[in-house]
Nanobody, 125 residues
């Protein structure tokens, strides 16, 4: 199981850190991905971190602003979000899976084995 926390309301340009706490398995060995969904929009993959080697994936829309990381001791994956924009407003969820590695590329698949209920992020002035 995974459970998200850390969402909230922030002004444009602000920062938030989301947490994805895992139970029943070690995040070190599994790919963990973040995705988001805004009202009336399709689900969008945001970022993944690969099990073991920690290779990362970022969507173009968040590259350079968001950072995914993993704390093995806390069995938690984080999504540090900086320079937030109104278009980042969405429900953010984490899940087991989300990306795959093949041919030297770590890419987003959108396929998850399980995921949490999500946490709301609202960016507005």
């Amino acid at each position: 199981q995974v459970a998200e926390s850390g969402g909230g309301s922030v002004q444009p340009g602000g920062s938030l850190t989301l947490s994805c706490a895992a139970s029943g398995f070690s995040t070190y060995y599994y790919d963990i991905g973040w995705f988001r969904q805004a009202p009336g929009k399709e689900r969008e993959g945001v970022s993944c971190i690969r099990g073991r080697d920690g290779r990362t994936y970022y969507a173009d829309s968040v590259k350079g602003r968001f950072t995914i990381s993993r704390d093995n001791d806390k069995n938690t994956v984080y999504l540090q979000m900086n320079s937030l924009k109104p278009e980042d407003t969405a429900v953010y969820s984490c899940g087991v899976g989300g990306c795959a590695y093949y041919g030297g590329e770590y890419y987003y698949t959108g396929r998850y084995d399980s995921w949490g209920q999500g946490t709301q992020v609202a960016v507005s002035s």
